[in-house]
């Protein structure tokens, strides 16, 4: 079974993966961020390194998704292909970091990849304001995200909930994020476990 969270930058997707992984004893497989080689590049100069650093995640998911496909075991993974394509390469588009040509290269690519994929059982979407994203990046700290505009998150959200609600053709669950801390407060971490249980296997929490 393939698990995705889907979630934009600081809403805590790493965290929740580590917290199912751990609880259902699923494998956790987490987004190639710390060492890509283009991020640091891409946050100081957007335009010149937007369709080099997605074409490297491109690349790093459709992997996943093949090594996912061919395993035997419940995997959960941190982030997807799909918000890579219809969230961050839509939104570097439409704010003309990345040309028609470049564009259309990298789309051409990604109908090849799904031709040999399929969805996901279960995506997990966690939906959080910007001031509550804000303070997630601000507390871990990472240099290349401290500068981080306001707009560009506030556009990426806004292509989530398109993604999520009028693209995506799979099955999702929506987690609140402002307000709940899973990581912090047991109440908190148990509703979204039961709604996953819910889902995935009928069963309701008490």
Not at 14 to 43: C, F, I, K, Q
Not at 61 to 89: N, P
């Amino acid at each position: 079974m393939h698990i995705a969270i889907a979630g934009n930058i600081g809403s805590g997707k790493s965290t929740l993966t580590a917290l199912l992984a751990r609880h259902y004893g699923w494998e956790a497989r987490y987004e190639a961020v710390d060492h890509n080689p283009y991020l640091e590049d891409y946050y100081r100069d957007i335009h010149r390194w937007s369709f080099n650093l997605e074409v490297y995640f491109l690349k790093e998911r459709f992997r996943d998704l093949l090594a996912i496909d061919q395993s035997d075991h419940t995997i959960i993974q941190d982030r997807t292909i799909y918000e890579g394509v219809y969230v961050f390469v839509a939104n570097n588009k439409d704010m003309g970091h990345l040309s028609e040509r470049d564009y259309q290269t990298y789309m051409d690519l990604f109908e090849n990849m799904m031709e040999m994929v399929r969805l996901p059982d279960l995506m997990i979407y966690l939906r959080a304001s910007v001031p509550h994203l804000v303070g997630n990046i601000q507390k871990r700290g990472r240099d290349y995200e401290q500068t981080m505009n306001l707009e560009y998150l506030q556009n990426l959200n806004r292509r989530y909930d398109e993604f999520i609600y009028e693209k995506y053709p799979g099955r999702v669950i929506t987690i609140e994020k402002d307000g709940v801390d899973f990581l912090n407060r047991p109440e908190d971490f148990r509703m979204v476990v039961d709604k996953i249980d819910a889902t995935l296997f009928g069963l309701f929490g008490l």
